[in-house]
């Protein structure tokens, strides 16, 4: 029972350097998001996506960038990777049945760490 | 912009004792959803509990409850007969409902939860 699977766990870069992380679910749940959480930090929304090929900006979207090609994976691609985005990353899917809110079931996260 | 206020950093409780923490939010919306979420030192966010705005009724989870003030956009959690393993830091969090959004949460900063054997 795999649920939401991020990779990698950590990863060390360098300024300037790019890098994708992973994010995959086996739920079949229509929408999946990116979150990054700073030190003493609640979640920050990413990016967000309501369905293979659409994807939308949430709070704090620059420096990155996301596809959504298949329903069960949504890659996160840092760029050009600046100190400024080191910090714990996030992806959590859902599924929605109509207007309803349901919870978000959230992968492992990612600690990612910029030099 | 909906915001998510936990006005306790920290708080600490007595093994066996209750504790209760403190969550806050402003929405002019009347369809919402609340949770509250709690990540132990492992990072996993785990959900505890979740309350529909249309119900009354406060949500209850085992040792879990919620005390839901609709009017006062209030949501506190309450554990009762607190356990070790429910040290942690518990996030409160707000979505709206609608039929053609996102399902956007919006977190509050967090309460660190320490259980005092």
């Known amino acids: 029972n795999a649920g939401v699977t991020q990779t990698p766990k950590f990863r060390i870069l360098k300024i300037g350097q790019s890098m994708t992380l992973q994010c995959t679910q086996d739920?079949?749940?229509?929408?999946m998001y990116w979150y990054r959480q700073d030190p003493g930090m609640g979640l920050k929304l990413i990016y967000y996506?309501?369905?293979?090929?659409?994807?939308d900006k949430g709070e704090v979207p620059n420096g990155y960038n996301v596809s959504r090609s298949t329903t069960e994976d949504f890659p996160l691609r840092l760029e050009l990777a600046a100190p400024s985005q080191t910090s714990v990353y996030f992806c959590a899917s859902s599924y929605k049945p109509g207007h309803t809110v349901q919870p978000q079931h959230f992968g492992d996260g990612t600690r990612l760490s910029i030099l | 912009a909906q915001t998510v206020t936990q006005s306790q950093p920290e708080m600490s409780v007595q093994e066996a004792e209750t504790v209760t923490l403190s969550c806050t939010y402003d929405t002019s919306e009347s369809d919402y959803y609340l949770f509250w979420y709690k990540q132990p030192p492992s990072r996993q966010m785990i959900l505890v509990i979740r309350?529909?705005?249309?119900?009354?009724q406060n949500a209850t989870e085992n040792r879990f409850s919620v005390n839901f003030q609709k009017a006062a956009k209030s949501f506190s959690l309450k554990i009762s007969d607190s356990q070790l393993g429910d040290a942690a830091m518990y996030f409160c969090a707000y979505g709206e409902g609608s039929n053609f959004g996102n399902e956007k949460l919006t977190f509050g900063t967090g309460t660190r939860l320490t259980i005092i054997p």
């Open positions: 996506s309501v369905g293979a090929g659409i994807t």
């Open positions: 309350q529909e705005a249309y119900k009354q």
């Open positions: 739920m079949n749940h229509n929408y």
